[in-house]
């Protein structure tokens, strides 16, 4: 009892549902386990006892909260006061307010931001905490729009040096907006990779989420470029060189996109650009911006350098180094003051092509411009985990329990957020990492938004089948959400696909977040509130592979759902209709993770799976079902007087099923660039690793063969597709 209760007082579930009606107990030395990583000892009787006085002693008897919040609608809950204490607060501004017998409404009052609550008890006890007053709501996407979804590294240009760039991320923006009246384009997470070779091509297992991968910059467009003379120009034109027989290696010769290769030929670049001195004003703006990024920039740079001389997991450098903050890193940050530079000088280059691309989307009429992507971790031997260690839990990695698709679970390998960390530092690791993505943004997706409530973590070294849910302070999470958002005029998109707990759909739309709508899997599985959809990670690609994230399995796993309504299934989920679609959301037919239309449309799809042994059943019923499917869509289509070509006609049922989406409520309909052009290749195909390219394909049409995007600029298949939706009125 006395370690349920322990498990209880700090957020671990001892228990959880792998289908309705059905509970597994959590065992005992995975609560002992999750316990440890939260810096209580569980492991015996007495030491449960002396962690639950410790708890009584220490959070139990406290004035406040680690960290207050209130909003205008919540007051916080200020009703364990002693009687006769007072409180004062000191704003974000500088300001203080003295006021007097706790008032929770005029606490709520206060100006948005972040401020700090003292408490004084009767007998000079004294408490302070971080006080976060934020919004309701996350503000709001301006009216209705389309805009393309879009993986960053497979849009090559005939300027690329390999793989797409943040030229052509403006280029996108600018020709979209004004040729096609786009609203947005909404990219795949651009967080620092941990360096190779190999260099893991995963988004979604970054060493950073704070800062940007300079592997996007658009070299030719830093503006030292055009200062640089004698050797190290020729150099440079030699490396422009060698990145066109690259590019061209991707767009004429079936090569797969190669990140290292283009890395390795960026950095020299940017080695001879960082020589060259930057003029007073650019000086200014560079120290300007070193100010604004403080710590956080510095830490990222300084691993930077460390890992270029001890390699990037920093769990195996000399002891002294993992530290960041101890005597011997210091003395190495000293004699390593160029490095850190240039590594600064990067993040810099990086933030200004961002902001470019954001200026260049909204120049161009886009009332939202670039949706950024927020990754659900990051990978455990990276620059954040090595920044701000008492941040994660040591040996957890996140994932997904087991259900009645995939009886293994899953294993992310991707360390968790301590809950009561993020609390005791005002959730300021929380708030850097959204302001750094919504610097240049119009809106934010969140990867797994589910896990600003709950995740599931798995003790190192176990199976994920012995795992359990760690909770979140979910009010705390979308305040600071909130807030953020507010501060940057940006809407907010979570990505709720798959199983999720009663009440956190409903808690998103009621602070404004979007969620995510995709065609095949919006069917009525009979539970309210969408929450009753089964969800099978993975499921239709077999087991996650180790770099699967959060979003992957989500998709995968409302595949498993929809094919339920398959013959021989026992069930079938009703097609919604378009009316029944909810109009907070972010509405597409497909994501990265799950087969292009073409692919659907064609049987591509089951058969690369058959090719690679990842059918969950026999070729000749997978088939059959997904033929079914197939039939059953167009059918509705045809039904609905949204498909008048008739059947059999591959880019007329690209269209038709984007006219469905014309019709439902959706704020924001996202198209997913290849399927524009006919692409039969998923980006990523979730349970492969080395099996399938994930992440490394350009963007192609049905034969194949690679689309610059120019070519996809003058598309007269991707112009009759757009013209749907702009001719829809959205």
């Known amino acids: 009892m006395g370690r349920a209760r322990l498990a209880r007082l700090h957020g671990i579930a001892m228990s959880y549902a792998p289908s309705p009606g059905r509970s597994v107990q959590i065992a005992d030395d995975t609560v002992v386990a999750v ?47 002693p009687e006769g204490t007072v409180l004062r607060v000191e704003t974000e501004g500088g300001g203080t307010a003295d006021l007097g017998a706790p008032d929770p409404a005029a606490l709520a009052r206060l100006p948005l931001g972040v401020h700090v609550l003292e408490a004084r008890a009767p007998g000079g006890r004294t408490a302070r905490a ?39 991320l ?15 384009v909404q990219l795949n997470p651009l967080h620092a990779a941990v360096p190779g070779p190999p260099t893991d091509p995963s988004p979604y297992r970054p060493s ?61 670049a940017l080695e001879l650009l960082w020589a060259v001195p930057l003029s007073p004003g650019r000086r200014a703006a560079y120290c300007d911006f070193l100010a604004e990024q403080g710590q956080a920039l510095e830490d990222h740079a300084t691993w930077c350098a460390l890992a270029e001389r001890h390699g990037p997991d920093w769990r195996c450098w000399p002891a002294e180094l993992r530290d960041p903050r101890s005597p011997g890193t210091a003395r190495l940050r000293h004699r390593l003051l160029d490095r850190i530079d240039f ?61 009645a698709f995939n009886a293994r679970g899953q294993d992310w390998g991707l360390p968790p957020w301590r809950p009561d960390a993020l609390a005791a530092a005002g959730y300021a690791p929380y708030r850097e990492l959204l302001r750094g993505l919504l610097r240049h ?38 305040s600071v959400l909130a807030l953020e958002a507010r501060r940057a005029g940006a809407a907010v998109i979570g990505e709720d696909l798959g199983t999720v707990e009663p009440g956190v759909r409903g808690e998103l739309a009621a602070r404004g977040v979007l969620g995510t709508s995709v065609l095949w899997f919006e069917r009525d599985y009979g539970g309210g509130e969408r929450d009753a959809a089964p969800r099978a990670e993975a499921a239709e690609a077999g087991e996650a592979g180790e770099d699967d994230a959060a979003g992957e399995a989500d998709a995968a796993g409302e595949a498993g759902a929809a094919r339920e309504a398959a013959p021989g299934s026992g069930a079938v989920a009703r097609i919604l209709a378009p009316g029944e679609w909810r109009s907070a959301c972010l509405a597409t037919v497909t994501t990265h993770d799950l087969p292009t239309i073409a692919a659907r449309l064609t049987g591509a799809d089951v058969a690369l799976r058959e090719r690679l042994g990842l059918l969950a059943g026999p070729p000749e019923r997978e088939r059959s079902r997904a033929t079914y499917e197939l039939a059953e869509w167009m059918g509705e289509l045809v039904r609905r007087g ?48 080395d099996e399938y390219p994930n992440w490394r394909l350009p963007i192609a049409g049905p034969d194949g063969r690679p689309h610059t995007l120019e070519e996809l600029a003058a598309s007269p298949r991707l112009h009759a597709l757009m013209r749907e939706l702009s001719d829809g009125s959205c």
Request: hydrophobic share 45%; with cysteine; proline share 8%.
């Open 35 to 81: 316990l440890a990583a939260l810096g209580v000892d569980a492991s015996t009787p007495h030491a449960v006892r002396a962690s639950l006085a410790a708890y009584e002693d220490g959070a139990g008897r406290a004035l406040l909260p680690r960290t207050v919040v209130a909003r205008p609608d919540r007051p916080p809950d200020l009703m364990g006061l």
């Open 130 to 168: 971080p006080l976060i007053v934020a919004p309701d709501r996350v503000p709001a996407p301006p009216g209705r729009s389309h805009g393309f979804l879009v993986q960053l590294y497979s849009l090559l240009s005939r300027r690329s040096w390999g793989m797409g760039d943040l030229g052509d």
């Open 170 to 184: 403006a280029d996108l923006a600018a020709w979209s907006g004004r040729a096609l009246g786009t609203g947005f």
């Open 208 to 268: 950073s989420r704070r800062f940007p991968d300079p592997v996007h910059l658009r070299i030719e467009h830093i503006p030292e470029y055009a200062h640089l003379a004698g050797a190290a120009r020729l150099r440079a034109d030699e490396l422009a060189a060698r990145a066109h027989a690259l590019r061209s290696e991707v767009l004429e010769r079936g090569a797969l996109i190669d990140r290292d290769a283009v890395w390795a030929l960026k950095r020299e």
């Open 343 to 403: 590594h600064c000088r990067l993040a810099w280059h990086t933030d200004q092509q961002l902001a470019a691309a954001q200026r260049a989307a909204r120049d161009a009429g886009m009332p939202i411009g670039l949706v950024h992507d927020l990754a659900v971790g990051v990978h455990p031997s990276g620059a954040d985990t090595w920044a701000q260690r008492d941040a994660f839990a040591a040996g957890m990695s996140i994932g997904a329990p087991p259900d």
């Open 441 to 478: 943004a119009g809106a934010l997706r969140i990867d797994h938004v589910m896990g600003l409530f709950r995740l599931w973590w798995v003790p190192e070294g176990r199976p994920p089948t012995e795992g359990a849910y760690v909770r979140y302070d979910g009010e705390a999470m979308l």
């Open 642 to 689: 949204l498909l008048p070509e008739g059947q059999g006609d591959e880019e007329a049922a690209i269209k038709a099923v984007h006219r469905f989406l014309l019709r439902t409520p959706a704020r924001m309909i996202g198209v997913w660039l290849p399927d524009a052009v006919g692409d039969r290749r998923p980006q990523n195909l979730p349970g492969t690793w």
